[in-house]
């Protein structure tokens, strides 16, 4: 294949898989502070970008920061309403686990059907957010819609790891994802800390819906394959891993991208499906627990 | 140490469900010749094969504790192996309808290393698996017709008898979900049926017991993939026209609410979640559009209140009912261990 | 000389960076009441797992009626005759004590799904069967009269009482009891110790992994004793008690007895 091809899947890939990395970590993020695996993750992608899309039909003007703004806002505030009204009474009730994961899927159901009522059961279209020319770069034509998206993917992403690292509440959010419990003695507050954790789960999630959204378009079902395909990056990475859910995101844009055209198109989405199911029975802990096992 | 001779290890079912059993079963029996409106019973076949599904769902999610959200895909390999078999191998369809069950069980040997993982790494793989075959539905068109459907299919026969009259039909579906659920019921009674359960109670205490546990799972696997086979030849055959989007993930999460809002690890109440679902947006049809909505908060509800569901409900309800008209004054514990003690007497 | 039921060879069992089992060797005796004690931490419940199988061994054999069951997973050892109760209780909550038993007779027992649905004569005697027995063990421990009460409401005394009766109406030849007097009371204690005593007389060997000294006293043939994941005496009990470096491991000054020291630190 030639070079100009070979690029544009190349940076397809990145840039689908810098969304996918957002929602993994996601994923990671809530299945280390609660152990739930969060089905709804995919419907704040998608109500994200929903809300988004509605901000700019009502004001046309809206620079592309302030709609992707728009739509972390959106699935951060949508996730704590999710933890609050639900998540939290089941917590405390100290529900079993299986019946938490029910409830997500129930969640996840509500999200989707309520969209369909308010939004429509068509695909929506998303206005043109950034420059329509192509971008040159080295020789090649690159759409800058994909270049735009993996900046902002590599921006939150960093920011992520500056809050984790540097500021007091993410050190603190990393203890309790450690153990729970020893947080707790040394003073953490565990409710605090579960809304934060959804808060920036949801503006993940909200902000690769945004993107997904200019990329393609926005329905009421987009939440579901993506969210799904989100969850397979992380396992893939390695779940309950951060650094893994990045580089799962990224990598599996990149398998899906390339082998779309050299597997079948038609089953695009089943090859997410079949990684999942492999990863699962053979490195249950991911290329980040096989980088571990190995040193 | 002498030791009363005990007849089983569980006490068999009170007389009074017994009975209620039995009086329900010869309704839905006798129904046909009422001679209710077609629409009718074609409503309460489709509840029978949905019912069958469910109970399926229940042994794997209510007994063994595994959590399965693609039971659609044998559904709808049921469905379509019936399909093909009736009508370009002109296979009799009580041939198709088995050999549907049996596909659908062969395929799920396919997941059987899936049930070594729990909780929702299980349930994720089993929706991938079912994304799969919904998947291989819609895009191998020369097989299943895709998209644009699968036509003609043929009506129930039994013994060359085909059941043109739709009173035959419903009697079939339901015939076959009494069955199922007869079956599972004495599994539940039965050794299989205690060790599926302490799997699910306590797996560390019953791997510690000696249990093969993940031979147990599988075989709940199995066993609930070939129950959902069967229900999808009745519906191929009932509805006449198979889609692929009858068999999507929706579908799936259709048979979990069922078994939930029913009551987890109640067959009965896998047959009431069944009804509900597939009649109430019938019977309340304003609410159509927002079923899927109301369903996904019912599904979250029951999870904050209770797993007991409607079943659960009812046997409270049946529990105060009995417990009143004994009215001796003896309290709930004293009368199950008397009735204990008269069964074991009884033996 | 009686044979060896039981032989662990240089078991080693490490958890990351902590070495919780050091190289302990040990042999059961068919028929004995084996003891297994030392200070909070020393390894016990981890040597016990061992054992059981609940995770492999880092390093280390181990033979069982002369098969070496090193790499056998939990549940076959347990059909081999390796039966277990739990530290922290584990029972089926919804079922009766009754149905809690039964589940111990499952290896022994052969009906399936097909013999089930068939309701072959053959199934029905072997439900009868099992009821009987797992009545008996209920019996044999005391819980007669609850046999019909659901596991998750019975007193704690109960369901302890009931743990021992699952592990051991399969009467298997080895039984390992992860202490089973932990939260009883004098009295309890003391019918504890005589249910120990009646088990081994029913032909099974125990291994006992215990905190509470009457009962170890009272009913152990040979006692190791571990510490800090090793072994520091093995030998019997009145030799164990007045053992120095035992009395130093619980309390690390000289301590008049082990009892007094155990107590100290229980």
């Known amino acids: 294949m030639g070079a100009g091809y070979f690029a544009e899947l190349l940076v397809g890939g990145l840039a689908i898989g810098c969304v996918y990395s957002l929602v993994a970590l996601g994923f990671a993020m809530i299945i280390r502070a609660t152990g739930i695996i969060h089905f709804a993750q995919g419907e704040l992608l998608m109500l994200g970008s929903m809300v988004a899309l509605s901000a700019m039909w009502v004001l046309p003007k809206l620079p592309a920061i302030a709609v992707l703004v728009c739509g972390m806002l959106a699935g951060g505030v949508l996730a704590v309403a999710m933890e609050f009204l639900v998540y939290r009474p089941l917590r405390l009730r100290r529900v079993p686990l299986m019946n938490v994961i029910t409830a997500t899927v129930g969640m996840s159901i509500l999200c989707i059907n309520a969209a369909r009522i308010i939004w429509g059961s068509e695909p929506l279209r998303y206005p043109e957010l950034f420059a329509t020319s192509a971008y040159e770069f080295l020789g090649l034509r690159v759409s800058p819609q994909l270049v735009w998206i993996m900046v902002f993917g590599v921006i939150l992403m960093g920011l992520l790891q500056l809050f984790l690292r540097h500021t007091r509440t993410g050190l603190v959010m990393q203890a309790v994802a450690q153990d729970a419990d020893a947080a707790q003695l040394m003073g953490a507050n565990l409710t605090r800390i579960m809304v934060y954790t959804f808060a920036i789960s949801g503006m993940m999630a909200g902000a690769a819906g945004v993107m997904v959204g200019s990329l393609f378009f926005s329905f009421f079902e987009m939440g579901f394959v993506t969210g799904l395909k989100g969850f397979v990056a992380a396992t893939l990475g390695g779940l309950g891993s951060l650094a893994g859910a990045m580089l799962g995101g990224i990598l599996f844009g990149l398998i899906e991208t390339f082998s779309a055209v050299y597997v079948s198109s038609a089953y695009k989405d089943g090859i997410g499906m079949v990684l999942l199911i492999v990863i699962l029975l053979f490195l249950p802990s991911g290329l980040v627990g096989l980088w571990k096992g190995r040193r | 140490m002498s030791a009363p001779p005990l007849a089983s290890v569980t006490a068999p079912p009170a007389m009074a469900s017994r009975v209620a059993t039995a009086v329900v079963l010869v309704a839905l029996l006798a129904l046909p010749f009422f001679q209710p409106h077609q629409f009718v019973l074609h409503m309460l076949a489709l509840v029978a094969i949905s019912a069958t599904v469910a109970l399926g769902l229940q042994l794997l999610l209510g007994f063994s504790g595994q959590l399965s959200i693609g039971q659609a895909a044998f559904y709808g390999i049921g469905a379509y192996t019936s399909a093909l078999l009736t009508t370009k ?10 050999a549907a069950g049996i596909v659908a069980a062969v395929t799920s040997l396919l997941m059987v290393p899936i049930t070594r993982l729990t909780g929702a790494y299980l349930a994720v793989a089993t929706l991938g698996f079912s994304i799969l075959v919904y998947l291989f539905i819609k895009n191998e068109e020369w097989l299943t017709g895709g998209s644009f459907g699968f036509m003609g299919i043929p009506r129930a026969s039994v013994f060359g008898t085909v059941l043109r009259n739709p009173g035959h039909a419903y009697l079939l579906c339901v015939v076959v979900a009494a069955l199922v659920y007869f079956a599972l019921a004495q599994l539940q009674r039965s050794r299989f049926g205690r060790a599926i359960n302490a799997i699910r109670q306590n797996e560390d205490a019953a791997r510690a ?17 070939f129950v959902a086979g069967l229900a999808g030849s009745l519906y191929a055959h009932q509805v006449r026209y198979l889609a692929p989007n009858d068999f999507t993930f929706w579908k799936s999460i259709e048979i979990l609410i069922m078994v939930v809002i029913g009551g987890m690890g109640s067959l009965f109440g896998a047959v009431l979640g069944a009804a509900v679902v597939v009649l109430l947006p019938e019977v309340l049809r304003e609410i159509g559009d927002y079923r899927m909505l109301v369903f ?5 509800a029951v999870m904050l209140f209770g797993e007991a569901g409607v079943a659960g409900f009812l046997s409270a309800i049946g529990r105060r009912l009995g417990r009143a008209l004994r009215s001796s004054g003896g309290d709930g514990g004293a009368t199950q261990a008397s009735a204990a003690r008269k069964d074991r007497a009884r033996a | 000389m009686r044979e060896l039921l039981l032989e662990a060879d240089a078991l080693v069992r490490r958890f990351g960076g902590l070495l919780a089992v050091d190289a302990v060797s040990l042999g059961v005796r068919r028929g004995d009441i084996h003891g297994l004690i030392g200070p909070n931490g020393a390894g016990k419940t981890t040597f016990l797992n061992l054992i059981a199988g609940v995770f492999p061994v880092s390093a280390g054999t181990l033979r069982f009626r002369g098969d070496d069951i090193t790499a056998w997973s939990a549940a076959r050892r347990a059909r081999a005759g390796v039966r277990r109760t739990f530290q922290n209780l584990k029972l089926f909550p919804e079922m009766t004590a009754l149905e809690n038993v039964s589940i111990g007779l499952h290896a022994s027992t052969r009906a399936g799904i097909f013999a089930a649905l068939a309701r ?33 409401t019975l007193p704690y005394g109960h369901r302890r009482l009931l743990e021992i009766a699952r592990a051991m109406v399969a009467k298997p030849p080895l039984l390992l009891l992860d202490e089973p007097a932990a939260g009883l009371n004098e009295t309890e204690a003391a019918n504890l110790s005589a249910l120990i005593l009646r088990i081994r007389d029913e032909g099974s060997t125990i291994v006992l992994v215990e905190h509470h000294m009457d009962v170890v006293m009272a009913v152990c043939d040979t006692i190791t004793v571990l510490n800090h994941g090793r072994k520091l005496a093995e030998g019997e009990p009145a030799a164990i008690q007045a053992d120095p470096a035992v009395i130093e491991a619980y309390l690390g000054q000289g301590e008049a007895s082990i009892g007094e020291a155990a107590d100290a630190h229980a």
């Open chain 2, 296 to 300: 996904g908060a019912v599904l979250m």
């Open chain 2, 209 to 225: 017991s000696g249990i093969p546990v993940t031979l147990l799972k599988s075989q709940c696997f199995v066993i609930a993939a």
């Open chain 3, 120 to 152: 072959l004569p053959g199934q029905r005697r072997e439900e009868r069967e099992i009821a009987t027995a797992a009545y008996a063990a209920l019996d044999f421990v005391g819980l007669a009269h609850q046999a019909a009460v659901v596991a998750g």
């Open chain 2, 89 to 98: 191998l002109g296979v009799p369809f009580l041939g198709a309808l088995f």
